[in-house]
């Protein structure tokens, strides 16, 4: 039992970290999720566990990976022979989804006064 809390938390913890990363409410997710903002609360929290059908909701809207959210652990991904074999127009949208990434990044960071 103690190993689920855990599990919980640090997945909890990890949900958190990627919501505040892409700049969107506990609302939003809670929304997202079709759950209410207490019971969000408590997922980000550790006290409740995402179910299966949540934890693919987050991926298709999200595009959340459920691997590093349940493990912590990022596919490893050779970036360069996936943009070889992207098309111009895929690469584009690929630099463009960066860019924005990057410019939320020094925004959020200039907002703290960093």
């Known amino acids: 039992m103690r190993n689920r809390k855990e599990r ?3 997945i909890g913890d990890r949900l958190r970290q ?6 969107c409410t506990g609302e939003q997710f809670a929304e997202a999720l079709d759950v209410g903002p207490e019971h969000y609360r408590k997922l980000e929290g550790g006290t409740c566990g995402l179910t299966l059908k949540n934890i693919l909701k987050l991926y298709e809207i999200y595009g959340i990976d459920p691997t590093y959210l349940l493990t912590g652990n990022h596919p490893k991904v050779d970036v ?4 070889i074999n992207c ?3 895929e ?3 690929i630099f463009e989804k960066v860019f924005a990434f990057i410019s939320g990044a020094v925004k959020r960071n200039i907002d703290r006064g960093w």
């Open 80 to 83: 360069e022979a996936y943009l």
């Open 18 to 23: 990627i919501r505040r990363g892409i700049s």
């Open 8 to 10: 919980n938390i640090q």
């Open 87 to 89: 098309s111009l127009e």
């Open 91 to 93: 690469k584009s949208e």
